[in-house]
RNA sequence: GGGGCUGUGGUGUAGCUUGGUUUAGCAUUAGAGGUUUGGGACCUCUCGACCCCGGUUCAAAUCCGGGCAGCCCCA
């Protein structure tokens, strides 16, 4: 009875679904470790306080990395006055469907609509045309931290699939082809950098196709990452614009010879997006993991006491909290039993977690929870500091390596269509190759119910046939279902 | 792009088929008090809800239409 009574408490307070029913267990999961709501309007979704501190955690460790390199932050407006964003054609195409319109102010109809900005390159470069005018003004290094609103009609999914996110978009110059060029492997460092060693992720970095690509760039690379459903989201990016937003807005600095020649361009950016990567890729049946060196709060603290020992063990608690050189947090709620805080703080995916009560104290010692493989350990209170940065660290390479097993376990190799079509059935990232045919790239997304050519893997060399027309294949490409 | 399902306190739900006897029930959370505390403790009291607009009707949480929101499946 008891028992019955007990299992009924705990499935209503934590989250229903097993990591398996995955659409279920990723919005329980976010909702109740109070990471986001939902707010009134589809698709634009509310940033809590746990919830935004791993962005803050995100762009601050991004931010620092970026003016390393010179780059300078700025803010341009939101709006961007329709003329402008007309103005490169191959961009208003790609971003047209999804534009968000002020058309009116108060009872005033406007005299031209502005946009809300689904991207800044057209209002900044409108700037960028004014500012630049001898190669004494290049490079030009901008970045801003901010929003943007790209109106989607798919249906939302908090982090993965918002009309309004955050990210960092910047937007660098530079008077050669050669030295704009040399930047990709700069920024993409850095969003694999954060990546690796603060999300602790194993994304593969792809060129996009020419239909894949961002709109109005001549090419596109981007840090993909794929999830346990077996689709594959596209993380941070970088786009080499070469010479074409500089001809549409008109761009050009005098040369060291006195001779005008248009500039060359770079824009890259990271969003929220990656939050939710983050999370989907790491949580467990349980809920939530927080990676440690994004975690907003790194240890909680559990007191356990009987009335008797309630003063003495929450000063030791006390002691703790403010000692350690760590994000902690003492959770010193007497209205909740252990057992209730325990389940709450693994739900909200604290990496660590110290309990400490009258046994622990007698003995000068601790017990370690981690919430990564739910290990218990008894550490001794004088080796404490350095015990924990050895299992925060060990915590973090753990989900590294889960992260990597889990991304090649989920790659498999396709050389026909049959294999292909039963790969994607199931949920697997593959690997093809491809002529590099806009019609192949098309039938493959028709045969497969909608899997996309991610990308072109750089690295390896094609030896085969395109897996659709079976003509010599170009490239070696990875094919999944996508977000 | 096409199809389907759903919307009741903070959360999970009962009631809807067959409109009225419901002061909209239960559990949990939250607030107050007390007893507890090594894996979701317990007692007493209290607060808190029918998504919105319109229609049908003597009467709508319940039926109908539209909107908004959430979810699923297919291309």
Redesign the pocket.
Known sequence: M?KK??N???K?????AEKDE???WY?QAIIKADLVD?S??????ILKPYGYAIWEIIKEETDKRFKKLGIENVYFPLFIPESLLKKEAAHLKGFSPEVAWVTEAGKRKLQERLAIRPTSETIMYSSYAKWIRSWRDLPLKYNQWNNIVRWE??????FLRTREFLWNEGHTVYATKEEALREEKQILGIYNEILINYMAIAGFVSRKTESEKFAGAEFTKAIECLLPNGRVVQGPDFHYDGQIFAKAFNIQFLNKQGKKEYVWQNTWAITTRMIGIMLAIHGDD?GLIIPPRVAPIQIVIIP????KD?VKVLKKAQELDKKLKFKTFLDDR???????????W??KGIPL?I???????AKNQ??V?RRDT?K?EVVKLKNLDKELIKILDDIHKNLLKRSEEMLKKGTITAKNMLALIKAIKNKKLVISEWCGGKECEDWIK?KT??AKIIGINEQAIAKGKCIYCGKKAKYVVWIAKTY
């Open positions: 008891v009574k007990v009924k408490t705990k209503e307070l934590g989250i229903k995955y659409s279920e919005t939902y009134p309007v589809s698709g634009c979704h009609f798919k249906h939302p999914i908090p349980k356990i006491f009987r009335t309630k007497e209205e909740y039993s252990p057992g209730y805080k325990f389940n709450d693994e739900m977690r309990e400490i009560g009258p046994r622990d104290i601790v017990i929870v739910g218990k028709a119910a909608g």
